[in-house]
């Protein structure tokens, strides 16, 4: 059984301090042996999104990085759709905008989501994942979360940030179930940047341009090459049990073999995720911060204390991840909770 600690949000302007004090408690009772290099996993929010969670927040598990002679940077990947995080260069501009600019910024599967090793999991539905390169090659992460709601998921935390979040672009377009992306040919301009940038030679830019399916990798580049965004990401079926044991399968391959330490901010909660380029209003009020060693068991516990303080269920509907996920062993459901 693994152990939770928590700790009540009693004063937005102390959450630096008191995600310190959680991350100095864990790898003392945990005695959890720090690695010298240790990036801190995040998400830097979508353009217009204004819920994310704010970089001043980090200032305190960077400090105590810091005080132990650790060298971290923030690291995350590409998205599959079109915006400001679909490439490397945009998406470390729009860090900076959004002020993560105390330590560098690492996006973790290049430029366009090229750089990725394939994993080996063997599971039920996937027996290799196509997890970003730079975090593979880590030993250990701080994997931060924002615990929130989220459309297709249901809600977001530890395991989304370590399945969607790690992935490559072809990983992330991998686990909605339809891997080979698609054309809109009346957007289509015929360019050729697609079939020019394609490894595989898998765009067909004829009279009717199309994806050789046989051909196709599911790297997902050609989606963010596409000046016109006619090349989309199939959505018809993705959201499904398959959509969730593939994001679980994906959360198994990016924490394999790693001594990772999860820090999930429950606050800010919204209905939607941080993906979302507008401003949301979060729907229920902040409860507080929570770190483990296991995945499974913080989100767990995240759902868990937010529906005793509420007297009913939350986020009910993708809850089916936490059974699956605890199936193929990234974690177990139950846990200890320890109020800090």
């Known amino acids: 059984m693994a152990n939770v600690y928590f700790k009540h949000i009693n004063n937005t302007k102390q959450i630096s301090d008191d995600a310190k004090e959680l991350l100095k408690t864990i790898v003392e009772k945990e005695r959890i042996i720090l690695e010298k290099k240790i990036p801190i996993k995040v998400h830097f929010g979508e353009k217009g999104n204004v819920t994310y969670i ?30 400001d995080r679909n490439t490397r260069t945009k998406h470390i501009l729009l860090a900076y905008r959004h002020g993560f600019t105390q330590i560098p910024v690492v996006i973790a599967d290049g430029e366009i989501g090229e750089e990725y090793a394939n994993m080996e999991i063997n599971k039920k539905n996937l027996s290799n994942c196509k997890i ?26 530890a395991i989304k940030q370590l399945g969607m979040g790690c992935a490559a672009r072809g990983g992330k377009l991998e686990q909605h179930a ?48 596409c000046p016109e965004g006619a090349i989309k990401i199939n959505w018809l079926g993705s959201i499904s049990k398959n ?64 529906s005793q303080r509420e007297g009913k269920t939350v986020f009910r509907r993708g809850r089916y991840i936490l059974d699956y996920s605890e199936s193929i062993g990234l974690g177990r459901k139950d846990y200890n909770l320890i109020e800090i």
């Open 54 to 83: 704010s970089p001043s927040y980090y200032e305190g598990i960077i400090n105590y990085l810091k005080a132990n002679e650790i060298e971290s940077c923030f690291i995350e990947t590409n998205v599959l759709y079109r915006g």
């Open 132 to 157: 970003a390169q730079k975090i593979v090659e880590q030993k250990q992460m701080i994997v931060v979360s924002h615990f929130k709601g989220h459309i297709g998921a249901g809600f977001g935390g």
């Open 178 to 225: 339809n891997t080979i992306p698609i054309i809109n040919p009346i957007e289509c301009n015929k360019c050729n940047r697609c079939r020019k940038s394609c490894p595989v030679d898998a765009l067909k830019i004829g009279l009717i341009p199309r994806i050789d399916k046989k051909k196709c990798i599911g790297c997902a580049s050609c989606i963010s090459i």
């Open 243 to 306: 959509f969730y044991e593939r994001m679980a399968e994906y959360a198994y391959a990016a924490h394999k073999d790693k001594m990772n330490i999860y820090i999930t901010f429950a606050i800010n909660i919204t209905r939607n995720c941080d993906c979302e380029g507008h401003k949301m209003k979060p729907f229920l009020n902040d409860l507080g911060i929570f770190a483990s060693t296991d995945p499974v068991a913080i989100d767990m516990a995240c759902l868990d204390k937010l």
